[in-house]
Nanobody, 118 residues
Framework: QVQLVESGGGLVQAGGSLRLSCTAS????????MGWYRQAPGKQRELVAT???????NYAESVKDRFTISRDISNNTVHLQMNSLKPEDTAVYYC????????????WGQGTQVTVSA
């Protein structure tokens, strides 16, 4: 089992930056993939960025070159640095941990609101 605690959301003007953090209750090296997803009002939850246990990263096309996912292994924490924010980035951001063994399962954080004003 994995508990995820997020922090760092807030209100920012367009063009600004925010950094989200997600701390896991166990070593992130034991988690196959950690990532960030977001859900805007009236829309489906969508992938933002992921990082594998091996360090490989993946980004949604809409955030490439603006967002960076990174990890602090010693503190079991994954960060999402968001630069050049746009109003369309406004959403609730959820941290995700995907485990394969002993069974495939997705764990989610409680979500943190990011609001970008025009």
């Amino acid at each position: 089992q994995v508990q995820l605690v997020e922090s760092g959301g807030g209100l920012v003007q367009a063009g600004g930056s925010l950094r989200l953090s997600c701390t896991a209750s166990r070593s992130i090296l034991s988690i196959n993939t950690m990532g960030w997803y977001r859900q805007a009002p009236g829309k489906q939850r969508e992938l933002v960025a992921t990082i594998s246990s091996g360090g490989s990263t993946n980004y949604a096309e809409s955030v490439k070159d603006r967002f960076t996912i990174s990890r602090d292994i010693s503190n079991n924490t994954v960060h999402l640095q968001m630069n050049s924010l746009k109003p369309e980035d406004t959403a609730v951001y959820y941290c995700n941990a995907y485990i394969i063994y002993p069974r495939r399962f997705n764990y989610w954080g409680q979500g943190t609101q990011v609001t970008v004003s025009a």
